[in-house]
């Protein structure tokens, strides 16, 4: 099975030793996407701009990895406090319109002021 390790100029650095994402047998495995503004490395304050961020960054990873949002199939949610819940949910829910992808969602520290996080697992584009 092949496994490439995916790079690129759009993703923001990793704030640690882990790749963005890597390609294998068919499948693109991204890691948590923080709400880091990639051109600035700044986090926003609020828990909805984060979210935001987050999601287009997930967005960015997985065209960078030859996928796309509709072929996720499963994702990991990491949220700092679960009263965010509601609109965390609201939010995944305006990312994944249709068919939207398996989740699990826990609630654990993060680190840098972080208040949200998204990884996933989705299908290599055809």
């Known amino acids: 099975m092949d496994r490439h390790v995916v790079t690129g ?3 923001p650095p990793p704030i640690g030793p882990y790749s963005h ?3 294998a047998g068919g499948f693109v495995f991204v890691s948590g996407q923080p709400g880091v503004d990639p051109a600035t490395g700044t986090v926003p304050d609020s828990f909805a701009a984060q979210a935001r961020q987050a999601f287009a960054n997930l967005a960015t990873v997985l065209r960078v990895a030859g996928s796309r949002p509709d072929l996720v199939v499963s994702t990991t949610v990491l949220v700092a406090d679960q009263a965010d819940f509601p609109e965390m949910n609201a ?3 305006e990312f994944f319109p249709t068919g939207p992808p398996t989740r699990m969602t826990m609630q654990v520290p993060l680190p840098r002021g972080l208040l949200f996080s998204i ?4 299908v290599e584009a055809g």
């Open 119 to 122: 990884g996933c697992t989705a």
């Open 91 to 93: 939010l995944f829910g």
């Open 21 to 23: 994402a890597v390609r």
């Open 9 to 11: 100029e759009a993703l």
